[in-house]
């Protein structure tokens, strides 16, 4: 669960956090409900915990999300929080694995692979090797890497 929430803060909904200078490993969730009358979002170091709600006591609607009124909040506090308590990296828990995958097709990715991330999974349960990308030219790969690049810059935006 801390791998996917930590996906949050690097590349989600909850990525502004670095650049409102939130540093070191953390995760969290940014939460809106329906018609924006509630903002939240709680996130974690493997030290701290706080949560952020903002919202009208009369349930009036708000109109903002999660990540534009509590996120801001939260990393205001959490910057000097992690000052003041420094947490070290999530610890990954026996059973656990962390595997190299191919985004395209959801396989371990083989250095051939134009778009790798990394997953968690229960060890045992990796998919099998990438068997798609295998001897690609160079400049076949390249090309499929400046795609996949161009595609997450549009979704980024």
């Known amino acids: ?30 939460g809106t409900t329906n018609e924006a009358r509630d ?20 349930n009036q609607v708000h109109g903002l999300t999660g990540a534009q009124a509590a996120l801001p909040i939260w990393a205001h506090f959490m910057r000097q929080a992690l000052d003041a308590y420094p ?12 595997a190299k995958i191919d985004a395209t097709n959801g396989k371990l990715a083989v250095e051939a692979c134009p778009l790798v991330v990394q997953e968690t999974f229960l060890t045992g349960t990796e998919p099998p090797p990438c068997d798609e990308h295998r001897g690609l030219s160079q400049q076949i790969q390249k090309h499929i890497r400046n795609w996949w690049d161009r595609l997450r810059g549009v979704f980024r935006r």
């Open 39 to 58: 903002a939240w979002f709680i996130g974690y170091s493997s030290r701290l915990i706080a949560v952020v709600w903002v919202g009208f006591d009369d």
């Open 87 to 98: 947490a070290s990296d999530f610890i990954v828990p026996a059973g656990i694995s962390v």
């Open 1 to 30: 669960m801390t791998s996917l929430l930590r996906g949050v803060v690097r590349t989600g909904t909850a990525s502004a956090a670095q650049s409102l200078g939130v540093r070191g490993d953390v995760a969290g969730k940014t």
